[in-house]
């Protein structure tokens, strides 16, 4: 299932960063108006992401789309997933664009897809989200890349969710006077749902035990987490237990198989691009 779509301004800014007056190579050669056909290939096993917004980079341009894969299919190798045929004009036009966008957003998502299988090996329940640290400017890429990879977002930002740090509670005078404002903020705020970050085990079961929804930690070892799962559980069994910290594809399995509701992480966001190759031929 497709995510969501990029709006329409979004595939206009692309294409007017890379070519705001025109291909210049392209019109001193004179081949502009030469029929043409690019394709996009994976060189990898990749799970495709921002193949929509590729195909309306160059469908603006002037291509016409004839093969287009949806974003969150998982390919092999060697697999034609996109092309196109136009003019050489709107083919090169969109030809970078288009590769930048499928590059970057397949290699979130096919982060993203690496770990989901591997915590979901130990704990097919889980769930893995997000957070919002993604570069600024390509939040929207970088959330329809995590849900392509099979992720949800931890927090879209600060408007549409609630989740107190101890940043939060130290203008309160502390965890504990926070802690007994809880059942006030769900009478203010009935259709969310309360997250508290514990800096310690130990903040974690007076979390659980004052009413929240969610209690998060942060940085701790498996055998540490999975005693203070069990802890949690005997005291709150109705609570959702998320953590975050140095959690890698390597030792996702281990960390979801504590037992754990919610994995939250960023390193999805960074690492290498897809590797795709883009090619072009006169027909």
Request: proline share 4%; charged share 20%; with cysteine.
């Amino acid at each position: 299932m497709i995510p969501f779509l990029l709006p329409d301004s979004d595939i206009e800014r692309f294409i007017e960063e890379d070519a705001p007056y025109g291909d210049m190579t392209t019109t001193l050669l004179g081949i502009g108006d030469t029929h043409g056909q690019i394709t996009f290939t994976t060189r990898e096993e990749t799970t495709l992401s921002g193949t929509e917004e590729a195909a309306r980079i160059l469908e603006r341009c002037g291509a016409r789309i004839t093969v287009s894969t949806p974003s969150g299919t998982a390919v092999g190798a060697g697999r034609l997933f996109l092309s196109a045929e136009g003019s050489a004009a709107a083919l090169h036009t969109g030809w970078k664009a288009a590769l930048n966008m499928l590059e970057y957003a397949s290699g979130i998502a096919t982060r993203t897809a690496g770990i989901v299988r591997n915590a979901q090996s130990t704990n097919p329940g889980i769930s893995i989200a997000t957070t919002r640290k993604s570069f600024p400017g390509t939040k929207k890429i970088a959330i329809k890349a995590i849900m392509a990879g099979g992720a949800t977002p931890h927090r879209l930002g600060l408007s549409e969710s609630i989740l107190v740090f101890r940043q939060h509670t130290e203008f309160l005078g502390g965890i504990d006077q926070f802690l007994d404002t809880i059942s006030v903020m769900k009478r203010k705020a009935p259709e969310h749902k309360i997250l508290v970050e514990a800096d310690s085990p130990e903040e974690a079961l007076k979390i659980a035990s004052a009413g929240a929804d969610v209690v998060q930690v942060d940085k701790l070892s498996t055998e540490t987490l999975t005693e203070l799962v069990q802890a949690i559980r005997a005291i709150a069994p109705g609570i959702k237990i998320s953590a975050a910290g140095g959690i890698t594809p390597e030792n996702a399995a281990a960390y979801a198989a504590t037992g754990i509701d919610i994995i939250v992480l960023s390193s999805v966001y960074f690492g290498k691009p897809s590797d795709i190759a883009a090619a072009m031929q006169r027909l």
